[in-house]
């Protein structure tokens, strides 16, 4: 599990950590850097991770960073060392990198010397993608047979991910997302992918390929209900749950607001889902949310909650509510004598009013 991120001069990331835990909630308003945080681990990503890579729309503002530094480090997996490191540097149109070991998380005890960055992370990380989920790409009918087993960051390879699954790995995979959904969204009980004309519109997008369409089936009912008659919500929520049963997820999955288009009544479900990936496929989640009702959902982990604000000068700076907000203010009311601020009571509206921070100024 990574247990630690530093990162310097990455967009509004002028010099950040975070200790992580399994699961990690980002908060803070639009703008604040969150997104920044999830960008700057896309880095690693072995199609980026090339000495002919020009980094030069990731600056901090309008001026060019002389070094852009990303420092990720997990528990070391040789007994003699406490940590392991791994650092990318970005000199403008040079790409070097460093690896280690630790005998403490202080960068001065490095071990050992130098390895390629695919070497290191190619068979966790090279996949590793923010999933932002596009609603208007889950109406349309898509190709299939192009083999793919993995989601696309914007689900708009649902129909053929379907298709693959459905064949490949119909128990493993397609009965239990078509399950998973059924608990969910009750209405439906059976996922149905049919036929579709090849419109010039889709062959100019695809080229030469078969097409289908994607239809969630009310079997008591025998009415089948295609994607261009489901709502935002329900399609968006059938997509993360693509993403979560995928066959290989990422060792790191990245999220950008998984409530989008989902009615806060289902957000228990979603996040439930999510947890249960983290333990049963060892998955460690970083995720973005505008929503109090899952910032209410960690209310029992506020050590995984991390509060994003800007300074003046737009530079980000992130508190942990654990150790940067409920720990200090607590001791405080210590000393006075008085009842310390319950905030986990309502986590969700104690963020929302602004006492956590993180919020629009």
């Avoid at 490949?168 to 078509?178: D, G, S």
């Avoid at 935002?232 to 998984?258: S, V």
């Avoid at 654990?322 to 601020?341: A, C, F, N, Q, Y």
């Amino acid at each position: 599990m990574l247990k630690r991120v530093s990162i310097q001069n990455f967009k509004s990331l002028k010099n950040v950590t975070l200790d992580l835990q399994k699961v990690n909630l980002l908060i803070g308003p639009n703008n604040s850097g969150k997104t920044n945080f999830l960008k700057a681990l896309e880095l690693i990503r072995e199609g980026k991770n090339q000495p002919n890579y020009y980094p030069n729309e990731i600056a901090f503002g309008k001026r060019l960073s002389k070094e852009i530094s990303v420092n990720l480090i997990w528990p070391s997996d040789r007994e003699e060392y406490d940590w392991r490191i791994f650092k990318l540097y970005y000199d403008l149109n040079t790409l070097t990198s460093t690896t280690g070991y630790f005998k403490n998380d202080s960068p001065d005890e490095i071990i050992t010397g130098q390895v390629s960055i695919p070497e290191f992370q190619r068979y966790q990380y090279s996949s590793l993608k923010i999933y932002k989920l596009d609603p208007n790409k889950l109406t349309q009918p898509g190709p299939v047979g192009t083999g793919d087993e993995n989601v696309k960051a914007d689900a708009s390879n649902l129909v053929g991910f379907l298709d693959l699954m459905l064949g490949k790995y119909r128990k493993a995979v397609f009965n239990r997302t078509e399950n998973d959904l059924h608990t969910c969204v009750p209405e439906f009980d059976e996922i149905n992918l049919d036929d579709a004309p090849a419109t010039e519109e889709l062959k100019k997008q695809y080229g030469d390929k078969s097409f289908k369409r994607l239809g969630l089936t009310n079997s008591k009912q025998g009415i089948t209900y295609w994607a261009d008659e489901l709502s935002e919500g329900t399609l968006y929520f059938l997509a993360l749950l693509c993403i979560i049963n995928q066959p290989n997820p990422p060792k790191l999955l990245l999220l950008e607001e998984p409530e989008k288009g989902i009615h806060p009544r289902r957000l228990f479900e979603v996040m439930q889902f999510i947890l249960t990936l983290v333990e049963e496929k060892d998955v460690q989640v970083i995720m973005t949310t505008h929503s109090p009702a899952i910032v209410d959902m960690f209310k029992d982990m506020p050590e995984s909650v991390f509060i994003f604000d800007k300074d003046e000068e737009g530079a980000t700076h992130v508190k942990n509510l654990l150790h940067d907000v409920i720990e200090p203010e607590t001791e405080r009311s210590k000393e006075l004598g008085i009842e310390p601020p319950h905030y986990t009571d309502s986590l969700g509206d104690a963020w929302t009013v602004g006492f956590l921070g993180g919020v629009p100024k």
